[in-house]
């Protein structure tokens, strides 16, 4: 026969504790001996395990749950370790056990923040431009280049493309591309013929342009052209800076100039006799040329003794022998000499001209 006394109780051979405490027990076998025996029994917590790490990611990344110090590890959905690898959000929970085989349980909400969606916008160019990329769906930006505008301008000497990454409130991330395509444009070339050409002679333009599709000329005078190979003619002398202004499809422009001289071909001739005897023939002293300004002109016809017998400014008016008006009256005069005096300037110029020299008059 077997008797448990514990705590003052009888009960059967085996009991259930389920708090600490001092127990003893009192067996009596067939013979109706007895024996007694204590045990202290200790009551152990359990474990409280606090999952730690970051509570929210960004897509595309990964952060750690760790359960803590414990001897063993069982996660929810899936995980036996210390720590695991989150990589989509949601609910994680972990039972651990420690050296003593208690358990503990801890759970933590884990949420996944999207990365934001970066767009941007590409442009092209003519070289030597500025282009501009637009950068969207971010708050924050940082370009390849260091620029942290949510718009880039750049000028590139050929096609480049530049990568942007936004930062969003959540401090997420994201990356895009945009290219600025460069136009190396057109280059103008022609040549002029001839470079050195008299007032109202053809020039020739003729064109030489690599990548143009358009051309604009400017021919220095005031007058412009269109299209291929243009001729052109200058009313006036100088020095002309000609221009030709050449696009390609794209839009791109190129220019270069060349210079021309236009020259004025003067000539004035003075005769050096002349016979006014109303033959028809040669009666009167009249010098002839080109390119003589009217507007200042002067001639002026002395006699052997200097006095002054004839003057006139008009380029056209001619002298006709007669002095002060009147015949030279001596039968006996065979020839006489006079001496004239000529200033002029050449049309469009201030090029002026002295001419001396001596007249025969022939009876």
């Known amino acids: 026969m077997r008797l448990w006394r514990v705590a003052g109780k009888s009960n059967t051979q085996t009991i259930t504790v389920t708090t600490a405490g001092t127990y003893s027990v009192t067996v009596v076998d067939g013979n109706g001996c007895n024996s007694s025996d204590t045990v202290i029994v200790v009551e152990n917590p359990n474990p409280t395990p606090a999952i730690t790490g970051n509570t929210s990611f960004c897509t595309g990344d990964s952060i750690t ?7 063993t590890y069982l996660w929810t959905p899936s995980g036996n370790t210390q720590t695991i690898s989150v990589t989509s959000g949601g609910t994680y929970s972990v039972t651990v056990t420690d050296g003593n085989a208690c358990i503990g349980v801890d759970s933590i909400i884990i949420i996944e923040n999207a990365s934001p969606i970066v767009t941007v916008t590409d442009d092209s160019v003519c070289i030597g431009y500025q282009a501009s990329l637009i950068a969207s769906g971010a ?17 590139p000497s050929s096609t480049t493309t530049y990568t942007v990454t936004g930062t969003d409130l959540n401090s997420c991330t ?26 109202g002679e053809i020039v020739y ?14 021919f220095g005078d005031g007058q412009t052209a269109s299209g291929l190979d243009p001729t052109h003619s200058y009313q006036l002398p100088g020095v002309y800076t000609s221009w030709l202004i050449v696009e390609d499809d794209y839009g791109c422009r190129d220019s270069s100039s060349v210079n021309l001289n236009i020259v004025q071909l003067f000539t004035f001739y003075i005769p050096n006799a002349f016979s006014p005897n109303d033959d028809g023939i040669n009666d009167v002293f009249i010098p002839k040329g080109i390119n003589i300004d009217e507007d200042r002109y002067t001639m002026q016809i002395f006699d052997r003794w200097g006095m002054k017998v004839f003057e006139t400014s008009d380029l056209y008016e001619a002298w006709d022998g007669k002095v002060n008006g009147q015949v030279i009256d001596n039968d006996n005069m065979v020839s006489a000499i006079f001496v004239y005096y000529v200033h002029l300037y050449e049309k469009y110029t201030d090029i002026d001209h002295e001419y001396r020299g001596k007249i025969l008059m022939l009876k």
Not at 205 to 218: C, E, H, K, Q, V
């Open 139 to 155: 708050s924050t930006y940082v370009w390849s280049n260091s620029s942290t505008s949510n718009s880039l301008l750049a000028s």
């Open 65 to 71: 749950l760790n359960a803590g110090n414990y001897n």
């Open 205 to 218: 333009f003729t064109d030489a342009s690599i990548g143009a599709n358009s051309w604009y000329w400017n």
């Open 174 to 199: 994201g990356s895009a591309t945009g290219t600025i395509t460069v136009h190396q444009g057109p280059q103008a070339i022609y040549f002029v013929n001839p470079d050195k050409a008299e007032v």
